[in-house]
């Protein structure tokens, strides 16, 4: 129907009026329907196990390497491609969790990375993506293919004063969803080899992952660093460098920077801000154009 209307002349707008639909839903349409690829975007979630060490007592304890009992490893991974309701996953087995063997699981979410363009989760640059790449070194695996990563807690911590910016705290206040309640317990039990437990923590882990999703789109507008989803698409015209969408809103205040005049733009399925990439000054006014001193 929204690919019919286009078809007879119709804009974007009037295909909005026409159905009562929200801007983006149109162009999620005429993107499938003309088949607009996007880059591959995964989000993605793991769940580690507690590493098991002998200590002294309780309090100001320096523990030394020769202390440690078990390593830490992977017990589960949730992932999903943006926009794709399906979640895919891993977790480990009973032995495998007693153990510490991830082999298996760390594998499969590396040939997703080998595929993503683009990867988001929340705290990657501190635990998920340094914790991957321990365990994917630990089993023998090369670096992934070059991807790029959206840590939507650097993202929270940046732009926003919260009171907390931890994943629960944020989807519950920002899209009114929260992770599955858990206890310390769990992972206990799940170093004990407890399946039962292991499946718990594979539906807590993908709870996680579309909390995280809902969180993303919710961030995604102020993501002023955000992957230009632009370089990924070709001969598409001029597109949203936050989500790909071409319906731009080119009526609003111009961008400056000390030296340039830019115009701006705010994306109508998205509402991020972006700008052209080169100034509109002509030439006269770039020439009689001053700047202030450095110091």
């Known amino acids: 129907m929204v690919y019919d209307l286009q078809g007879l002349g119709l804009t974007t707008d009037e295909i909005v009026q026409h159905m009562d639909v929200k801007a983006s839903s149109v162009e999620r349409y005429l993107r499938i329907a003309t088949q607009k690829v996007l880059p591959k975007i995964l989000i993605y979630d793991v769940e580690t196990s507690p590493m098991e060490v002998l200590v002294w007592g309780l309090y100001k304890q320096r523990i030394p390497i020769d202390n440690i009992v078990k390593e830490w490893a992977i017990l589960s991974w949730a992932a999903k491609w943006l926009n794709n309701p399906n979640v895919m996953s891993a977790v480990v087995t009973p032995k495998q969790a007693t153990d510490r063997k991830d082999k298996d699981v ?3 979410l590396w040939s997703l990375f080998e595929e993503a363009d683009v990867v988001v989760a929340h705290n990657a640059l501190k635990f998920d993506n340094r914790k991957m790449n321990a365990r994917w070194k630990v089993n023998g695996l090369m670096p992934c293919s070059p991807f790029q990563t959206i840590d939507t807690l650097k993202v929270a911590q940046k732009s926003f004063a919260f009171s907390s910016h931890k994943l629960n705290y944020l989807t519950d206040l920002l899209v009114g969803n929260q992770k599955i309640k858990t206890e ?8 004990n080899g407890e399946q039962e437990s292991l499946d718990e923590m594979l539906r ?10 809902d969180l993303y789109f919710e961030l995604r507008p102020w993501i002023k660093s ?5 370089l990924y698409l070709d001969g598409t015209g001029e597109v949203c460098a936050n989500c790909g969408s071409s319906l731009l809103d080119w009526d609003i ?7 340039g005049r830019f115009k701006a733009y705010r994306c109508k399925s998205c509402c991020a801000i972006g700008r052209s990439r080169y100034s509109d000054l002509s030439q006269e006014e770039r020439k009689n154009l001053l700047v202030g001193t450095a110091r």
């Not at 205040?253 to 030296?259: A, F, G, L, M, R």
């Open 184 to 191: 310390y317990g769990l992972w206990k039990r799940c170093i």
């Open 226 to 230: 955000h992957p230009n989803i632009g």
């Open 106 to 108: 760390v594998e499969k």
């Open 204 to 213: 807590y882990n993908k709870q996680d992952v579309l909390i995280l999703e």
């Open 253 to 259: 205040k111009p961008y400056y920077t000390s030296v």
